[in-house]
């Protein structure tokens, strides 16, 4: 299981933290800083949301043919995409990871979709390896 992400008020005793604590209140296990709890809160629950459903791709190869990829979306109730799909440049260059706005809120994809493209992605390293066997 990975790590839950957790945070806790900077102190702010002694000089140690001084600076710190003038702009922000509160830290992440990561050592995320944030200047309001609620920040604090969306960003724990975001990535905690985000790698409890990534985690459902743990026993999953880095490579998958079309049928292991179909298959295996069935089994975990992830939507699979054409093979086409999965060399469009987005799935091939897209960092799929979700993020916070300027006002703290969950703004990035939501985990089902990081999910969906973390699958296709397999199937793209399948892809490219027979390309890349493929004669001139």
């Given at each position: 299981?990975?790590?839950?992400?957790?945070?806790?008020?900077?102190?702010?005793?002694?000089?140690?933290?001084?600076?710190?604590?003038?702009?922000?209140?509160?830290?992440?296990?990561?050592?995320?800083?944030?200047?309001?709890?609620?920040?604090?809160?969306?960003?724990?629950?975001?990535?905690?949301?985000?790698?409890?459903?990534?985690?459902?791709?743990?026993?999953?190869?880095?490579?998958?043919?079309r049928g292991e990829y179909v298959?295996?979306?069935?089994?975990?109730?992830?939507?699979t995409v054409s093979d086409?799909?999965?060399?469009?440049?987005?799935?091939?260059?897209?960092?799929?990871?979700?993020?916070?706005?300027?006002?703290?809120?969950?703004?990035?994809?939501?985990?089902?979709?990081?999910?969906?493209?973390?699958?296709?992605?397999?199937?793209?390293?399948?892809?490219?390896?027979?390309?890349?066997?493929?004669?001139?």
């Amino acid at each position: 299981m990975f790590e839950q992400y957790t945070y806790q008020p900077i102190a702010r005793d002694g000089e140690q933290n001084k600076d710190l604590a003038e702009k922000f209140i509160f830290i992440s296990h990561d050592g995320h800083l944030f200047e309001t709890e609620r920040r604090a809160k969306n960003w724990c629950k975001m990535w905690n949301d985000h790698w409890s459903a990534m985690r459902r791709l743990d026993d999953v190869p880095s490579a998958l043919t079309r049928g292991e990829y179909v298959a295996t979306g069935a089994s975990l109730n992830i939507e699979t995409v054409s093979d086409k799909q999965c060399q469009d440049y987005s799935l091939v260059f897209g960092e799929f990871t979700p993020w916070l706005d300027e006002n703290g809120e969950i703004a990035g994809y939501a985990p089902t979709y990081c999910l969906k493209m973390a699958l296709a992605r397999r199937r793209l390293t399948a892809l490219r390896t027979q390309l890349d066997k493929a004669p001139y």
